[in-house]
């Protein structure tokens, strides 16, 4: 029997190399443009949703949402922050900046910690300024290199991060608050494909089978990976859930660069490397504070 540390591993390893092969997979769509592989993604995400809680019996949970407008206004805060990453992860692989689009998830953790200090609050610790500041320089020598800043790389991040930070903050099933944030988007994304259809510029049922099928499949990939990182979250250790998230950006990379034949020039390989330097220093210091925590003594019971 398969333990469940081992479970995790294998739950957050699958959905980390799925996101990691997603550039390839969104390759496949064109000649889809990247606002009708948006769409199609938001509405076959409502309806594998809708069979998913269908089959757990997850509807009384999502009833229940009607009766918390807070909790329901911070799944729409969600959505649109999802919706943006997504367009934007989209778009970018669209027009072959799938290298810049690893960048993005590889800087997701230092602009966590960032929002943690801006909006939480929080102190970090000398080794967490010090990957911040590393970082930092990584996008300004990426700055230079792309002759602007990397926006598509910064906005991937910040919406991913404030995306995680607005989930934590509501603390709902995964299958809940990904059906709830695709139902947010559903409408736009159902206007979208309808507008598409008048002006004959939908390619959905318009080529081939095989292409209609793949634009259908991405309900349920977007839906397996996620499901899949919360059965990961719940088995695995922060630390090491941390650390396999480095593992679909450095998919991502590799296909940019090895299969799609993306540019790395000198000065923006000197920028990235400069990213991975600040994240083994973050990941150093998690593990470093992972452990001793675990050293520290427990607290004498109070007489």
Known sequence: MVSELRLGYLYGL???????????????????????VLAHRVVWSVLFMIILLSAVRG??????????????????LAGVLIGVN????????NINRVVETSLGYFITPLVVIVAGVVILHERLRTAQWAAVGIGTVAVLVLT?????????????????????????RLGLPATDGLFVESAVLSLPALALLIWYARHDQLTFGHLST????????????TAIPLLMFAGAANRLPLVSLGMLQYVAP?????LGVFLFHEPMP??????????????????????????ATRLRPAPLPAA
Do not use: C, N
């Open 250 to 254: 450095t998919l991502q990379l590799a």
């Open 59 to 76: 509807w009384r949970r999502i009833a229940e949402l009607r009766h918390r407008p807070a909790t329901l206004a911070g799944v729409a």
């Open 144 to 168: 230079v290199d792309y002759g602007h800043p990397p926006w598509v790389a910064l906005i991937l991040a910040f919406s991913f991060s404030m995306y995680g930070l607005v989930k934590k």
């Open 210 to 221: 095989g292409h209609s099928l793949l634009l259908a499949a991405a309900g349920a990939l």
């Open 86 to 93: 997504w367009a934007t992860y989209i778009w970018a692989v």
């Open 14 to 36: 699958g959905a980390y190399i799925m996101w990691g092969f997603f550039p390839a997979y969104f390759k496949l769509l064109r000649p889809s443009g990247p606002f009708e």
């Open 266 to 291: 000198p000065v923006r390989l000197f920028g990235f490397g400069l990213v991975w330097v600040a994240l083994a220093v973050f990941t150093w210091d998690g593990l470093r504070s992972a452990r």
